[in-house]
């Protein structure tokens, strides 16, 4: 590795920034963190490929203090092309993974996996389908019908007259006879949550998810990670357990300490099962942004009692939702990013004239104060919109986080943390925070981003090996960092 590393200059060498930091039993030598991003490059049974392989690798290049690898599936069912843990199977895979980020960050940088659940959705169907194959008739649709249609009265015994008399209605008049949850199914695609406990599957998860995670974790650690990140953030199902929509009425929601049960209990399972000599901290929302949601005095209720159980570090983010997301198309199912909430996960430059820069950093100082006021000293990080070295460190400094995570900068210019420290910012690579590779992965294309395409389509004398997606127009990997001269 270059020889400045060992003598770094006087800005990075008094920083917060690269000074060490411990979560639970692993110590990073920097509070730098590439945090969960899913670029969709696993196969379409869950395991892991070359072309992952070259994106922690490249990722592992710039040396961050932690990289956090992409949300991966716990359980052993068919998941798309999504990371999956489900099974021993998945172990040798995993195992490669993090020999690659280990050789590529000549062991500088701490591997943590980020360990998901999530509910089931449905693409969004056509009304004639929804009528005809998945709405179930009741009476109460043929009371609503009588009453806009009397002249069908006779025709609503059967099930199949109900059916064929709403596909004559009018978009309005259907509105008026379907409840507001068969509204959703028609408009927005059918989609669990975690209060339908009419559901034996959806009642049992408190019985289920901790031993879920705790085998996920147990084989995260046989294959060499540093730790695990519980996922309680954004549309999946913890989260939705720390809702404050979460209204279940079994003990595991309705209350501060109900919604946080079920997280406290995963994490139990894990830290049982894993080992205390393990780290595992979780990701969650400093703040839902959708209406009736968790706010940041909820968030700060669940954090401390996640601290006081030992978790060893949190990660804060915000929104992401599937409450206030975009009805999607006919035929495509609903994206969490694609609402308000959406947007302040992962804020762009025209989101508004705040900007996306450290726009979400109260989340993380409020959630850090309110441990410290309880004597709790767990590591806690901010993320969105961190793109340079003053506002990491001064984020830092000011008590904002104990350590930075930056997602779209890393991607945009994975040796972004690398110049910083060997003191050539000038060379970074900015991300222009306009969410292009946040369409791809809400179309489940291959991530990348528009500045690393603009590189490769100026004349590359290797361009011929350059790995590129299936579409073959974009470069799969970030171009390598070409060192100005001093
Ligand atoms: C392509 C992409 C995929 C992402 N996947 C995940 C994920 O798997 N898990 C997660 O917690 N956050 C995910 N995020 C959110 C980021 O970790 C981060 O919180 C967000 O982008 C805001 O940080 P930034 O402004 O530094 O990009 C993803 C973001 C992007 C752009
Ligand atoms: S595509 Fe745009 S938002 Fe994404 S990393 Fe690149 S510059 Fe940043």
């Known amino acids: 590795m270059e020889s400045e590393a060992h003598n770094p200059p006087i800005q990075a060498a008094s920083s917060l920034l690269f000074s060490p930091i411990r979560y639970g039993a692993a110590v990073a030598r920097a509070r730098t963190w590439v945090p969960a991003m899913v670029p969709w490059r696993a196969s379409e049974e869950g395991f892991v490929t070359p072309e992952i392989l070259d994106w922690y690798g490249r990722l592992a290049d710039g040396q961050p203090g932690v990289i956090v690898v992409e949300a991966t ?50 693409r969004r169907p ?51 006879v379907l409840s507001e949850r068969e509204r959703e199914d028609l408009e ?14 959806i009642a049992d998860l408190p019985r289920v998810l901790p031993g879920l995670f705790a085998d996920a974790a147990v084989r995260a650690r046989t294959a060499g990670f540093d730790g695990a990140e519980l996922h309680y953030a954004h549309a999946y199902t913890l989260a939705s357990f720390l809702s404050k929509l979460n209204t279940r009425a079994d003990g595991y929601g309705s209350t501060p300490e109900g919604r946080v049960r079920l ?61 206030d997301a975009r009805a999607p198309k006919v035929g495509e199912a609903i994206y969490p990013y694609t609402g308000p909430s959406g947007l302040e996960c992962m804020p762009t430059a025209k989101l508004d004239e705040r900007g996306p820069h450290g726009r979400n950093l109260h989340l993380s100082r409020g959630i850090r104060e309110a441990l410290r ?36 900068q890393s991607l945009a210019d994975p040796d972004w943390w690398r110049k910083i420290e060997l ?56 171009p390598p960092w070409r060192r100005h001269q001093p």
């Not at 984020?395 to 930075?404: H, I, K, N, Q």
């Open 73 to 122: 599936g716990i359980r052993d069912v068919p998941s798309g092309p999504l990371l999956r843990i489900g099974a021993d199977r998945f172990v040798p895979g995993l195992r490669s993974l993090v020999e690659r980020v280990r050789e590529r960050s000549a062991g500088r940088t701490r591997l943590f996996i980020q360990l998901i659940d999530f509910l089931a959705i449905r």
């Open 126 to 176: 056509e009304r004639q389908k929804y009528l005809e194959c998945f709405l179930i008739i009741r009476d109460a649709h043929r009371a609503a019908l009588e009453r806009l249609r009397p002249e069908l009265r006779g025709r609503l015994a059967e099930d199949s007259g109900v059916r064929s008399a709403l596909q004559e209605l009018s978009e309005d008049e259907l509105r008026q």
């Open 263 to 323: 997280p406290l209990e995963v994490l139990r399972a894990t830290q049982a099962r894993a080992g205390r000599d393990w780290t595992i901290g979780c990701r969650m929302l400093g703040d839902e942004v959708i209406e009736g949601g968790s706010r940041l005095e909820d968030a700060c209720h669940a954090a401390v009692a996640l601290s006081r159980a030992g978790i060893d570090f949190i990660s804060v983010s915000k929104g992401g939702k599937f409450e």
């Open 188 to 201: 927005r695609g059918y989609r669990e949550r975690v209060t339908d406990t009419h559901l034996a599957h």
């Open 373 to 408: 006021a309880e004597r709790l000293s767990t590591p806690v990080g901010g993320a969105g919109g961190i793109d340079r070295f003053e506002l990491a460190e001064s984020a830092l400094r000011g008590g904002a986080c104990d350590f930075v995570a930056a997602a779209r």
């Open 423 to 478: 003191g050539r910012e000038n060379e970074v690579r900015r991300c222009l925070f306009t969410n292009y590779c946040e369409g791809l992965d809400q179309k489940h294309k291959q991530v990348t981003c528009q500045l690393w395409d603009r590189d490769f389509t100026q004349a590359d004398p290797h361009s011929d090996n350059i790995a590129r997606s299936s579409d073959a127009k974009r470069r799969l990997v970030p």
